[in-house]
């Protein structure tokens, strides 16, 4: 079932049935994508940029990142059973991966990231088939040879990690000439991953202010985390006193 939030279509999923229907995905083929969006996206796609709100329109499978979108479902009266983010569905994507055999392809974050997060990943899931990996800091003249590697590569998932919105947009940008694979945007999580950024206590997380852990480590995050009020203001207006956007 998908659920609309401010316009977007998001699908109601816990995060065994997300990974369930990435592996209906990987099993039919052809080019897919997902996103897991979160209140900064939502809020971008529905008042600064309405290409973003195509880019979700367009995707195979829409999760529910963030506390803000797992709120913003309550208060329109459509609760998501749970928030399904980029990083713990990249986790589980690739337990799996290691367990069916999907070949996997890592690209975004600094020079060497995606090696770290790359062999990490295989020490943790013995048999996984990592078939490549391409760090995040390309000149736009290179972007063809990097779509032509991924290609030969033959990746049935492919996670991008350029930060949001970037990497939907490179996704949307390049999937039907990759052709068989299902692509996710995945922000930071290589750098969680590789070790070189800690993720948030896990009660910190349980608290639902896994958000204020990033902050106080990314002091430089404040400024993008102003959209959140925003956003709940948004999410108010509309589901509480039926303004139209
Ligand atoms: N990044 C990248 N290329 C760029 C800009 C960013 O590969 O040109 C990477 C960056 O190194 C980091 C990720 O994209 O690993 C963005 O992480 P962030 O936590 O900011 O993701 P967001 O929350 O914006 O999705």
């Known amino acids: 079932m998908r659920i609309n939030l401010l316009g977007a279509p998001v699908d109601c999923l816990t995060m065994e049935q ?8 990987v099993r039919s083929g052809g080019p897919r ?8 996206f939502l809020y971008r796609a529905v008042r600064e940029d309405h290409t ?6 367009r995707a195979d499978l829409v999760t529910a990142d963030g506390e803000g979108i797992v709120w913003g479902g309550r208060v329109a009266g459509t609760p998501f059973p749970e928030r399904v983010t980029g ?21 975004g974050a600094a ?28 000149k736009p003249h290179e972007e063809a040879g990097i779509v032509e590697t991924i290609k030969q ?15 939907e947009k490179w996704i949307d940008r390049h999937i039907e000439s990759i052709g ?38 990314e002091p430089s995050r404040w400024r993008r ?14 589901y509480r006193l039926g303004y139209k956007n």
Do not use: C
């Open 18 to 25: 997300a990974e369930e229907r990435v592996a209906e995905l």
């Open 33 to 40: 994508r997902i996103i897991t969006l979160n209140p900064e």
């Open 52 to 57: 973003l709100m195509e880019l979700v329109d």
């Open 87 to 107: 990083i713990d569905l990249m986790l589980r994507l690739v337990k799996r991966a290691a367990a069916e055999g999907w070949r996997v392809f890592l690209l």
């Open 111 to 138: 020079p060497g990231v995606a090696e770290e997060a790359a062999e990490n990943m295989v020490k943790r899931f013995p048999g996984l088939q990592v078939v490549g990996t391409q760090h995040g800091y390309f």
């Open 153 to 167: 590569r033959a990746p049935q998932l492919l996670f991008v990690a350029l930060g949001a919105p970037a990497q």
């Open 180 to 217: 068989d694979v299902v692509a996710i945007g995945v922000g930071g999580s290589f750098d969680v991953i590789s070790g070189r950024v800690a993720r948030a206590p896990l009660w910190m997380q349980k608290l639902k202010i896994e958000w204020l852990g990033r902050l106080i480590s």
């Open 225 to 238: 985390m102003l959209v959140l009020p925003k956003f709940a203001l948004l999410v108010l207006r509309t």
